[in-house]
């Protein structure tokens, strides 16, 4: 634009410059004021920030910042208000609103000792909250965060457009350049007159400015990664976002990503001297150590949380052996609470978990659990298998039951037994069979499948409401527990594709058909400025249609 308005100047053209500036600055005037509404409706989207808490003090109540709030600090929410850090409820009863989190519409109510999460909003009651993560931790701050730093990572189609700038500019400048000198000797144009060679050149140079590709490009990755963010979808980055519409096959975990993960225990079996009772006491002291989903229904259903509280401390060398259970020292016995495998015991048929409590060399007992469908992940399955995605299943589960789960939901092909590091190796053969033709997806909750998560082509992790650790293992974090979410997923990324596409072949249309007029000597630089500024306005303002 700089070279086309000094050049027109110098051609004798002076309106012709100072026109083209007017116009471009005009332009981007709008196109500034598009682009801010755009924003603006990307973070009324994410209007989760709370601005205030009302901390408690021994004079009544201090309204701070949320992040002057210490750890261990109560703060009082009122109806209507934002919960401003992570705590635990110490005083009250209300019910809260989730939405701008989970983007589903339910409220929960909660009391005494429930935990709560930062960016909900208060509907009704009064909650004394004691303060559990600074606000730098608080789950408000990492969806902020992570919705920000997203777009800092570029997706190929931004790459490429910078990596083509940098050969586009001298390109378009050489090719001016021979416009000027060459085409008064192959035609009968001339250098400096009206429509001579010289002023052409420039209006190309006008014409090949690629604002609108520069800019509409980022911003639909932004409404992209903004929507998703509403709709309790966290993406990691543009890349992810523009790859989730390639998934060509999707690897489930079972437990915990399929299932509920909340066991229910069904019966308790006895082999030797002990009680039912002893065998769960012993089942309940190692859990309590552990996170897994298993280990959290064991001790919730049995409830022996006095027996844990006065024998956990006598709990020695625990150690928690992934996919297969859990091992440690009580009272100078060796106990081992998991599968057939870690128990070293032959497999059994069983239509239900079992769990072996194994103390010293004998085994004492097993507790035999069952877990449930999530709600919805059947129809959510039957979406994924209509839409050609092939679907997989990967447990350390047994055999019986991991077959009739997968059954049950439509899903193609199962793999048991599985130790997490098999689960890694059978997901690289997977990835390798579609090499650059697809891609694959691994969905889990982020318990034993970190490494998984990280080496899928892109790695979902559910319920990431409260699970701090899976938002950081995972390219995708679904804050609910919805399987059917990845459905939405893949729906605006093909949305964000779709629009690229349209403004990419809008704005390079309008550039090629300008381009022609000028050749023949039809445009002239106005146009040409107009073209430009329009189709780039034209393109933003398409952006925000993913945002719908
Ligand atoms: P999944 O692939 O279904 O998510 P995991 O890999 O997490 O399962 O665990 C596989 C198996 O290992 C479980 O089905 C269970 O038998 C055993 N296991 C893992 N962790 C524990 C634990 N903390 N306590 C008892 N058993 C466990
Ligand atoms: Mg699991």
């Known amino acids: 634009i700089t070279i086309s308005c000094i050049g027109a100047y110098l051609v004798g053209k002076h309106m012709e410059g100072l026109m083209v500036i007017t116009l471009y600055e005009i332009g981007k005037i709008l196109e500034e004021k598009a682009i801010n509404k755009t924003r603006k409706s990307i973070s009324d989207l994410m209007d989760i920030k709370p601005e205030y808490a009302n901390l408690k003090t021994k004079d009544g109540i201090e309204v701070l910042d949320p992040s002057d709030v210490k750890v261990g600090d109560i703060v009082i929410a009122k109806k209507g208000e934002k919960i401003p850090l992570d705590g635990i409820v110490v005083k009250g009863t209300g019910s809260l609103d989730t939405a701008s989190l989970t983007g ?83 035609s009968n ?110 001790i919730k ?70 877990d449930e469908i999530k709600h919805g992940t059947k129809a959510a399955i039957a979406k994924l298998n209509a839409r050609g995605i092939i679907t997989k299943m990967f447990t350390g589960d047994n055999t019986e039951i991991a077959e009739k789960i997968a059954k049950e939901l439509g899903i193609k092909e199962v793999k048991s037994e599985m130790l997490p590091n098999e689960k890694y190796q059978e997901l690289e053969k997977e990835i390798a069979k579609y090499e650059n033709n697809g891609k694959v997806a691994f969905v889990g909750d982020g318990i034993n499948d970190s490494p998984v998560l990280a080496r899928a082509d892109i790695g979902i992790s559910m319920g990431g409401v409260g ?45 090629v058909l300008v381009l022609v007029l000028s050749i023949f000597g039809v445009a002239n630089m106005w146009e040409a400025v107009f073209a430009d500024v329009g189709a780039t306005l034209i393109t933003v303002l398409n952006s925000i249609k993913i945002l719908k």
Do not use: W
Request: proline fraction near 2%; hydrophobic fraction near 40%; aromatic fraction near 6%.
């Open 104 to 186: 589903e519409t339910k409220t929960q109510d909660v009391k005494k000792d429930d935990q709560v999460l930062s960016g909900s909003i208060v509907l009704d009651g009064l909650l004394e909250i004691k303060v559990t993560e600074k606000y730098e931790n608080s789950t408000v701050s990492k969806i902020l965060e992570l919705v920000e730093n997203a777009t800092d990572k570029k997706a190929k189609t931004e790459t490429f457009v910078n990596k083509a700038a940098k050969i586009y500019t001298p390109i378009v400048l050489g090719i001016a350049a021979l416009v000027a000198i060459f085409l008064p000797l192959i």
């Open 189 to 298: 144009v001339e250098y400096l007159t009206e429509n001579g060679s010289i002023y052409r050149a420039l209006i190309f140079l006008v014409i090949s400015c690629p604002c609108a590709i520069a800019i509409s490009v980022p911003l639909c990755y932004f409404s992209g990664i903004g929507k998703s963010s509403k709709e309790g979808i966290l993406i990691k980055g543009s890349d992810y976002l523009d790859g989730i519409k390639d998934i060509k096959e999707i690897v489930f975990d079972k437990t915990g990503t399929l299932t509920k993960g909340q066991f229910t225990i069904d019966k308790v079996e006895v082999y030797g001297q002990l009680t039912k009772e002893q065998v769960l006491e012993y089942a309940v002291l190692g859990e309590s150590y552990s996170n897994h989903p298993i280990a959290k229904s064991i």
């Open 301 to 370: 259903k049995s409830n022996m949380e006095k027996y844990i509280a006065e024998h956990k401390e006598k709990v020695s060398s625990y150690e928690e052996l992934a996919g297969k259970g859990i091992k440690y020292n009580f009272e100078g016995k060796v106990v081992l609470v998991g599968n057939s495998s870690l128990v070293e015991k032959e497999k059994e048929k069983s239509d239900s978990t079992k769990i072996y409590v194994k103390v010293d060399s004998e085994i004492v007992g097993a507790i035999c659990l069952k």
């Open 467 to 511: 699970a701090g650790s899976s938002i950081e293992a995972s390219d995708v974090v679904i804050m609910t527990d919805a399987i059917e979410k990845i459905n939405d997923a893949i729906d605006i990324s093909k949305k964000t594709s779709r629009v690229i596409k349209q403004n990419l072949i809008f704005s390079i249309g309008v550039k």
